[in-house]
């Protein structure tokens, strides 16, 4: 599967034989490749396109997502390939109509959520001796709300864990990045700081693949467990990149630890405003794309997963692999 990232204002996408053809402005010659090469385009610049286009992407299975790069969390997301098993979304209605399968299934996701928050922790921890104690607390925190959650009784006590424990995991990540950056705390539209704008960044595109995921295994991204049907949501994809944040969370430090990004690649429209510039986001792209491998692998095997929930699972599309599933934590 094949990700492409268009970040130039004025380029021009047009589809012939086959070919997605990409004329990118004042460049005499267009670039071009098969469509069926492609699985997921982002664009993050104003480009032109037409309805042909679109509808030929969205016969090719291309997920779209169209992205402002001044408001990354309000990303439109489209397409993409679609599994004709009916049957399986009706049970899946069904099966979240059940509210104690429900807080059951939002009990197994939790639980598996704050065991990647405390291995990252733990392993940061034997990386920064100098932050034991912060470390320590932390994960001394996120251990009581993980204990604690078997014995919650609803949807609501589990979130107001969840958010407890996000607390304590972000105090504890805050104390890993310089303090030139100015990363106090998780924040979001608009980002204040760079570390929270490559944060929200990664995590709409890391969305885009686990709504991907989720339609190609017939399933309905907008139906979750533990997160709330919503209006223009997807719920259910939202849930699976609560399992993946503790991963992306590393990787973005180590954008920053390895100097990957630097102050340069950053602009402030205003005070209370960080955004990636056009140089940040020509970095940021090819290395989200070689880091997304893992994350994609991921999401079709959680999407996998919760077909299986509903059984029947007989057909592999064409994002599938042949390795087992992998287990929530």
């Known amino acids: 599967m094949q990700s492409l990232f268009i970040d130039r204002k004025g380029t ?17 010659r267009p670039m071009s490749l098969p469509v069926k090469q492609v699985r997921y385009l982002v664009l993050s610049a104003s480009v ?27 990303a439109m997301i489209c397409g993409g390939h679609r599994h004709g ?4 979304r009706i049970r899946q209605y069904g099966l979240l109509q059940d509210s104690g399968q429900r807080l059951a299934l939002a009990r197994q996701l939790l639980q598996a959520k704050l065991r990647t928050q405390y291995r990252a922790l733990a392993r940061q921890r034997n990386r ?12 001394r925190q996120i251990r009581e709300r993980w204990q604690a959650i078997s014995e919650s009784g609803s949807l609501a006590s589990l979130r107001g864990l969840e958010g407890a424990a996000a607390a304590a995991y972000f105090a ?22 760079p570390v929270n704008a490559v944060l929200s960044l990664t995590y709409t595109l890391v969305h885009g693949e686990a709504v991907r995921a989720l339609m190609g295994h017939g399933l ?10 919503d209006y223009n ?71 996998r997963q919760w077909a299986a929930l509903l059984g029947d699972i007989d057909e592999v599309n064409e994002d599938e692999d042949d390795e087992p599933p992998l287990p929530y934590d």
């Open 12 to 28: 021009t996408l047009d589809v012939s034989g086959g070919r997605l053809i990409i004329r990118p402005p004042d460049t005499p």
């Open 48 to 74: 032109d396109l037409s309805s042909t286009v679109l509808l030929s992407l969205n016969s090719a299975g291309i997920t779209l997502v169209i992205i402002n790069p001044r408001q990354p969390d309000g």
């Open 85 to 88: 098993n009916i049957a399986r």
């Open 128 to 139: 920064r001796p100098d932050l034991r104690h912060p470390l320590t607390v932390a994960l």
């Open 172 to 193: 504890a990540i805050t104390k890993l990045v310089a303090p030139a950056w100015g990363f106090t705390s998780r924040r979001r539209r608009p980002p204040p700081d």
């Open 220 to 229: 309905d991204p907008g139906l979750g467990c533990l997160h709330d049907i």
């Open 233 to 303: 949501r997807e719920s259910l994809a939202c849930d699976l990149v609560e399992l993946l944040r503790a991963d992306c969370d590393r990787w973005v430090l180590e954008l920053f630890r390895g100097q990957t990004l630097r102050q340069c690649h950053f602009q402030q429209p205003d005070a209370n405003h960080s955004m990636l510039n056009k140089d940040g986001r020509a970095i940021f792209y090819p290395e989200y794309q070689r880091a997304a491998k893992q994350w994609q692998k991921r999401c079709r095997n959680l999407a």
